[in-house]
């Protein structure tokens, strides 16, 4: 069969990639991943306080870090 093609949303902040995403899941039956949510999850922290904590950058390696893993790339 043919091989589905991965579905990534970017956008600012509260602009509806969690919603949006959702409903494209639903509607495709492709897998949808709140990428700050699996962060938030592994960090035992909130992405909020990975902002505080680690500044920008250090949420933006983990959320790099998670992307690759979540698309199936490893630390490539």
């Known amino acids: ?3 589905r093609r991965p579905l990534v949303l970017v956008g600012f902040m509260g602009s509806g990639k969690s ?6 899941a639903a ?3 492709l897998a949808f991943v709140d990428l700050d949510a699996a962060i938030a999850e592994e960090a035992g922290m909130t992405p909020a306080e990975i902002f505080k904590a680690e500044g920008e950058p250090g949420f933006r390696r983990r959320e790099a870090e998670m992307l690759r893993r979540v698309m199936g790339r490893g630390d490539t």
Not at 19 to 24: D, H, I, K, Y
Request: charged share 25%; proline share 0%.
């Open 19 to 24: 919603t949006v995403g959702r409903l494209v």
């Open 27 to 29: 509607r495709t039956g």
């Open 1 to 3: 069969g043919q091989r």
